[in-house]
């Protein structure tokens, strides 16, 4: 079994601020973890996702994430974000073998000029 | 572009009335799957298809079942929507198991 958690359900940023949404998870397996961005009244889009090899990996619209092993997290950076980046963000994991997401909870995030 | 459809985006039907969701691709993925999204809460996944082999989730309620009649096409049905049962549902499809997924839109289900 796995199990994604998402540590902030909302944060509120000014626009040109930097800004992290943490995930944290737990698996048994080896699993494969993404994010994903939800504008309102949309589809889930995949912004970065992490297979294997270097662990910070470059996503769409100027976001990072770095994985580590060993804290079990997957945190979401952005050094300057903008109002257009107001959106719910999801960190999701994934097994290798099984082919099922788990997704966590969601953050809001809410850009502020 | 490749893509994910799914139609409507809006569907409003009557409480016990059966409803069908469709959605379509033309990536040619083998996995397809169908989540439920209530307000402010995480995908659920209700179940997928790796090919023709079909997956439900242990608590996915009867009242749900699903169709994949070839690899472009897969529904959602309904049998008897109850007030509860009104969200967004997505479909989504993925190359192989564990890879990224690629959402449709989306169609929100109101049931009055």
């Known amino acids: 079994a796995q199990s994604v958690t998402q540590l902030d359900s909302q944060v509120p940023v000014f626009e040109e601020a930097p800004v992290e949404l943490r995930c944290n998870y737990s698996?048994?397996?080896?699993?494969?973890l993404f994010w994903y961005v939800q504008y309102p009244n949309q589809g889930l889009q995949l912004l970065l996702k992490?297979?294997?090899?270097?662990?910070l990996v470059k996503g769409i619209n100027g976001f990072e994430a770095e994985f580590n092993k060993s804290q079990t997290s997957f945190h979401l950076r952005k050094p300057s974000v903008h109002i257009s980046d107001t959106a719910e963000y999801f960190c999701?994991?994934?097994?290798?073998?099984?082919?099922?997401?788990?997704f966590g909870d969601g953050t809001t995030l809410t850009v502020k000029p | 572009d490749a893509m994910v459809i799914q139609n409507p985006r809006y569907q409003v039907t009557q409480f016990g009335k059966p409803v069908t969701l469709s959605c379509s691709q033309t990536?040619?993925?083998?996995?397809m799957y169908w989540y439920q999204q209530k307000s402010s809460q995480a995908p659920k996944l209700l179940f997928h298809?790796?090919?023709?082999?079909?997956?439900n989730e242990a608590d996915t309620p009867d009242n749900f079942q699903s169709r994949r009649p070839n690899t472009s096409f897969c529904f959602l049905d309904i049998r008897s929507p109850g007030l509860g049962d009104a969200a967004m549902y997505l479909c989504?499809?993925?190359?192989?198991?564990?890879?990224?997924?690629?959402f449709g839109q989306g169609t929100r289900l109101t049931v009055v």
């Open positions: 989504a499809t993925s190359r192989r198991g564990g890879t990224e997924a690629f």
């Open positions: 698996s048994s397996v080896s699993v494969y």
């Open positions: 992490y297979l294997s090899g270097s662990t």
């Open positions: 999701a994991v994934s097994d290798q073998s099984a082919g099922k997401s788990t």
């Open positions: 990536l040619n993925h083998n996995v």
């Open positions: 298809y790796y090919d023709k082999d079909f997956n």
